[in-house]
């Protein structure tokens, strides 16, 4: 009877360890949703910057001209990098806006080098034109690969226009480029 107690033991205790961590990896939201939608795009809106548009003054090379991180945003995003390398979510690029809230979140998040695009820039308040932002967008969405995985840090006004979803700070949407169908995502 003891041998069997500790069989039946030895074989309840491997299941559990192989069934937990499924379990677990499985429950994690952004994984889930890019699963879901076979997204090939993660839009991530910048993190936390108080306030609404820019200055009057605003310039795209000074950052002193923009409305930036304040703190919490700062720590949002230094969150949300720790978020996605604990959960192993790898992205085979990132591609940020040329705003300085937006390039701060890409360097803050530290989950791999990245690139300005403009076609990610705000056309808010008229500082990027907005059809040639959502076209330079349109022809690097129509250009990547299905089995991609492209993170683009922007503004809520860009990813609203492609996605129909606006997301809070650090908030994100996975899109898959071919179906079009979008899920918003928020880990924080």
């Given at each position: 009877?003891?041998?069997?107690?500790?069989?039946?033991?030895?074989?309840?205790?491997?299941?559990?360890?192989i069934?937990?961590?499924v379990?677990?990896?499985?429950?994690?939201?952004?994984?889930?949703?890019?699963?879901?939608?076979?997204?090939?795009?993660?839009?991530?809106?910048?993190?936390?910057?108080?306030?609404?548009?820019?200055?009057?003054?605003?310039?795209?090379?000074?950052?002193?001209?923009?409305?930036?991180?304040?703190?919490?945003?700062?720590?949002?995003?230094?969150?949300?990098?720790?978020?996605?390398?604990?959960?192993?979510?790898?992205?085979?690029?990132?591609?940020?806006?040329?705003?300085?809230?937006?390039?701060?979140?890409?360097?803050?998040?530290?989950v791999?080098?990245?690139?300005?695009?403009?076609?990610?820039?705000?056309?808010?308040?008229?500082?990027?034109?907005?059809?040639?932002?959502?076209?330079?967008?349109?022809?690097?969405?129509?250009?990547?690969?299905a089995?991609?995985?492209?993170?683009?840090?922007?503004?809520?006004?860009?990813?609203?226009?492609?996605?129909?979803?606006?997301?809070?700070?650090?908030?994100?949407?996975?899109?898959?480029?071919d179906?079009?169908?979008?899920?918003?995502?928020?880990?924080?």
């Amino acid at each position: 009877m003891m041998i069997r107690k500790t069989i039946f033991l030895l074989i309840f205790c491997s299941l559990y360890e192989i069934i937990i961590p499924v379990q677990a990896h499985a429950s994690e939201p952004l994984q889930e949703a890019i699963t879901k939608t076979a997204a090939n795009v993660v839009f991530m809106r910048h993190a936390l910057a108080p306030g609404v548009g820019d200055p009057a003054t605003f310039q795209i090379d000074e950052c002193s001209t923009q409305r930036n991180l304040n703190e919490t945003g700062r720590q949002q995003a230094r969150a949300i990098g720790r978020y996605l390398r604990k959960n192993k979510i790898v992205f085979g690029a990132i591609l940020s806006s040329q705003w300085c809230r937006c390039k701060q979140t890409a360097e803050l998040l530290n989950v791999g080098s990245w690139t300005e695009f403009e076609g990610l820039n705000s056309f808010f308040q008229g500082h990027a034109d907005r059809i040639d932002t959502l076209n330079r967008l349109e022809q690097k969405l129509d250009s990547l690969r299905a089995d991609a995985l492209v993170l683009m840090i922007t503004h809520q006004v860009v990813i609203n226009a492609i996605t129909d979803v606006s997301p809070a700070s650090g908030g994100f949407v996975v899109y898959n480029a071919d179906t079009k169908k979008a899920e918003y995502v928020q880990v924080q």
